[in-house]
């Protein structure tokens, strides 16, 4: 258990829809981040949150937002969904801003069927 | 652009040595390497990570030569459970998080 929590594990919806995936990073962590993987892709980088503020983006679709609580989780939002969103959606922790030594603690994923 | 290479997969059988290498060229002065280990439907989970010579824990090893353009992991004596995607990362500017890349598929084989 790498103590990041995602949820839902599997979410099934329409095209044109829009769906909101959670994240609770590791305890202490600050960093948050938000992998996107396809069939047969490797990890896409979408975007990085450090205490509250973005850090780093990715190729993160302008479909697509994210955000990071008071409380540290964070949350991807993901509308005007096509088939192709269709994917499984990582959540990372790490204990600082992401410097290269930081080791990422990643959650079970969001697997997105989009219909 | 992709900051390492590696090979896309690998075959081997249980009991042998896998070594994974990596090459990465444009590494900067302070960029550690780390591989992560992914199964399917998993997130990727952390094996080792190194800056020079050699780290070793009780997972793997990480061979760094002096010019740190490349990096090997060596998995010792692999079973069934090792057959996974592994990952080779280095630091990329500011944030090294940016590309996994496609990673090594390494099947291992009765």
């Known amino acids: 258990d790498s103590g990041v929590t995602q949820t839902p594990k599997h979410l099934i919806t329409a095209t044109g829809q829009r769906v909101t995936l959670r994240c609770s990073p590791r305890?202490?962590?600050?960093?948050v981040y938000w992998y996107q993987q396809s069939l047969d892709q490797g990890l896409q980088f979408l975007i990085q949150?450090?205490?509250?503020?973005?850090?780093a983006k990715g190729n993160i679709l302008e479909r697509f937002s994210a955000q990071q609580f008071p409380d540290l989780h964070s949350e991807l939002n993901l509308s005007s969904l096509e088939l192709g969103d269709s994917a499984l959606y990582f959540c990372?922790?790490?204990?600082?801003?992401?410097?290269?030594?930081?080791?990422?603690?990643f959650g079970s994923g969001t697997q997105l069927s989009v219909l | 652009l992709a900051k390492t290479t590696q090979p896309i997969s690998m075959d081997s059988y249980e009991g042998q040595e896998v070594n994974i290498t990596c090459s990465h060229n444009?590494?900067?002065?302070?960029?550690?390497i780390t591989w992560y280990q992914q199964f399917p439907s998993q997130g990727p989970r952390f094996i080792i990570q190194?800056?020079?010579t050699k780290v070793t824990n009780e997972v793997a090893s990480l061979f760094i030569p002096a010019d740190r353009k490349s990096s090997t992991l060596s998995l010792p004596r692999v079973s069934l459970s090792d057959t996974a995607v592994y990952y080779c990362?280095?630091?990329?500017?500011?944030?090294?998080?940016?590309?996994f890349g496609a990673g090594t598929t390494v099947t291992v084989r009765a």
């Open positions: 990372a922790s790490s204990v600082g801003q992401g410097a290269t030594n930081e080791k990422l603690f």
């Open positions: 305890s202490g962590d600050l960093s």
């Open positions: 949150y450090y205490n509250g503020e973005e850090r």
């Open positions: 444009n590494i900067a002065t302070n960029d550690y």
């Open positions: 190194g800056y020079k």
């Open positions: 990362l280095v630091g990329d500017g500011n944030d090294y998080k940016l590309s």
